[in-house]
């Protein structure tokens, strides 16, 4: 079936540290694939998004590759923030069924401390 | 552009009670997906409506119910609240249905509490 792991929280990290989160998927077909995070007391906000293998999203600093060949999607940046502090999904397309449209990993939580 | 708007932002009940929630997905957009989020589980997809429809059911028990109206507007209602039903609920809109490279976008959610 169609899955998505990420690599357990949370994290915490210093200020200009570097941050990997880690996201590997299990689907049928080629799925778009998405980070999304979200801050305390809000919903989810799209942080970037891949289509095809090979492509790469980035936003605000953040980075992450579309790995086919090793069913990856890790987020990168390269120092971080207080204000990054927060929740990150991962989450892959499907066509639809009872997961819905978007499969989404457990999370990971990110402090950034000062 | 306004965003997706979900109303109220919190709900207090008891349980045995009903509730309704609000959604108001991103002018143009058709497709309203409603998901649950809570500590141990995660977010979870209650389902979809596009076009007025239901197009995808997530694992819920028949207590959780949804509508979507002709201007994309959407509602779903809880029965007999139990305690288990205490979550943040989410609503997402996009262009389209069915996967793709669509993203979704999502409101900030309303809380509900069952006492």
């Known amino acids: 079936g169609n899955s998505v792991t990420q690599m357990e929280g949370p994290v915490t990290l210093s200020e200009e540290a570097f941050l990997t989160i880690n996201c590997t998927y299990t689907a049928t077909g080629y799925p778009s694939l998405f980070w999304y995070v979200q801050y305390p007391g809000e919903g989810l906000q799209l942080l970037l998004k891949a289509t095809k293998a090979d492509d790469k999203g980035s936003n605000k600093g953040f980075e992450a590759t579309y790995r086919k060949e090793t069913t990856s999607f890790h987020l990168e940046k390269g120092s971080v923030q207080v204000s990054d502090s927060a929740v990150y999904f991962c989450?892959?397309?499907?066509?639809?069924?009872?997961?819905?449209?978007?499969?989404f990993g457990k999370g990971t939580k990110l402090s950034v401390k000062p | 552009k306004a965003g997706v708007t979900q109303t109220p932002r919190y709900l207090i009940k008891t349980r045995g009670q009903q509730v309704t929630l609000s959604c108001s997905p991103i002018s143009g957009h058709r497709s309203v997906s409603w998901y649950q989020q809570t500590p141990g589980q995660g977010l979870q997809f209650l389902f979809e409506y596009f076009s007025e429809t239901q197009r995808n059911k997530g694992n819920f028990p028949g207590r959780f119910s949804g509508r979507q109206f002709s201007n994309s507007r959407s509602e779903m209602n809880v029965s007999t609240l139990e305690l288990g039903d205490s979550a943040l609920y989410l609503c997402?809109?996009?262009?389209?249905?069915?996967?793709?490279?669509?993203?979704?976008?999502f409101g900030d959610g309303t809380r509900l509490s069952i006492l």
């Open positions: 989450a892959l397309s499907i066509v639809g069924g009872s997961q819905g449209n978007l499969i």
């Open positions: 997402a809109s996009s262009l389209t249905t069915g996967g793709s490279n669509q993203p979704q976008h």
